[in-house]
T-cell receptor, first 115, second 109 residues
Framework: NAGVTQTPKFQVLKTGQSMTLQCAQD?????MSWYRQDPGMGLRLIHY???????DQGEVPNGYNVSRSTTEDFPLRLLSAAPSQTSVYFC??????????????FGSGTQLSVL | GNSVTQMEGPVTLSEEAFLTINCTYT??????LFWYVQYPGEGLQLLLK?????DKGSNKGFEATYRKETTSFHLEKGSVQVSDSAVYFC????????FGAGTTVTVRA
């Protein structure tokens, strides 16, 4: 059982380049999300999805796009990378229950550096 | 909007010391509350949770009680070990999880 799989683990980009961070889960979770983790700022929600075809913005969506064409996959696209997007990115998924997110399962993270 | 505030670190302790990490929340209604832990080089994993007032979550010797009157969910462990060194996050479920800033805990032998 793979859980939540993120690729790549490390990436270096030049300012202005675009790329896609991949996330896949095999637990049939309705909810998927992307967070960025920066020193002293904890985890901040970028985008989330409550099912295929449904996405919404989190706290810090600017500069990122997402789509959810299947239940399993939730890729995060950086349109034009900036140094401010240097961070560690985590994908997470969960079942949904009456009060919302039940328990988040996290991927192992992607360390992104933008030069 | 809903949010959590947790004590800033870093916290450094000796083995077998008592650990408390404070967490308070602001919310409408009665959200579920969580503590997540992140060990070095890994993603976060759920440590414990409580879904209603006066519930106590517990796991691996850690405990936290959902206190509605003080809007708090403080994490405690009576005797820490070196293996408890990690970053601890308080979180609130308002249909999407909102995390605190994290508290780095280092336990020295």
């Amino acid at each position: 059982n793979a859980g939540v799989t993120q690729t790549p683990k490390f990436q270096v980009l030049k300012t202005g380049q675009s790329m896609t961070l991949q996330c896949a889960q095999d637990m049939n979770h309705e909810y998927m999300s992307w967070y960025r983790q920066d020193p002293g700022m904890g985890l901040r929600l970028i985008h989330y999805s409550v099912g295929a075809g449904i996405t919404d913005q989190g706290e810090v969506p600017n500069g990122y796009n997402v789509s959810r064409s299947t239940t399993e996959d939730f890729p995060l696209r950086l349109l034009s990378a900036a140094p401010s997007q240097t961070s560690v990115y985590f994908c997470a998924s969960s079942r949904l229950r009456g009060q919302g997110v039940e328990k988040l399962f996290f991927g192992s993270g992607t360390q992104l550096s933008v030069l | 909007g809903n949010s959590v505030t947790q004590m800033e670190g870093p916290v450094t302790l000796s083995e077998e010391a008592f650990l408390t990490i404070n967490c308070t929340y602001t919310a409408t209604g009665y959200p579920s509350l969580f503590w997540y832990v992140q060990y070095p080089g890994e993603g976060l994993q759920l440590l414990l949770k409580a879904t209603k007032a006066d519930d106590k979550g517990s796991n691996k010797g850690f405990e936290a009680t959902y206190r509605k009157e003080t809007t708090s969910f403080h994490l405690e462990k009576g005797s820490v070990q070196v293996s408890d060194s990690a970053v601890y996050f308080c979180a609130l479920n308002d249909y999407k999880l909102s995390f605190g800033a994290g508290t780095t805990v280092t336990v020295r032998a």
